[in-house]
């Protein structure tokens, strides 16, 4: 599976760092994290990951393959 995951804000360098599976770019007021999950337990991770790290998710899609 392969999702977007947009997130408020610019994130630091030191932050993407924290996400090493997810490819990032910057977008107007967002950053976007995107890659491959490999089952629900990984997604659920990255989610929680986010919030541990205070970022606030605005978006979270899955893509078509």
């Known amino acids: 599976m392969h999702y977007e995951i947009r997130v408020d804000g610019h994130m630091s360098e030191t932050l993407t760092k924290a996400f090493p599976e997810l490819d990032s770019f910057v977008v107007p007021h967002q950053t976007v994290l995107v890659g ?11 989610l929680a990951r986010c919030q541990n790290l205070g970022l606030h998710v605005i978006e979270m899609r899955r893509l078509p393959e």
């Open 36 to 46: 491959q999950v490999t089952d629900e337990a990984h997604l659920y991770g990255l």
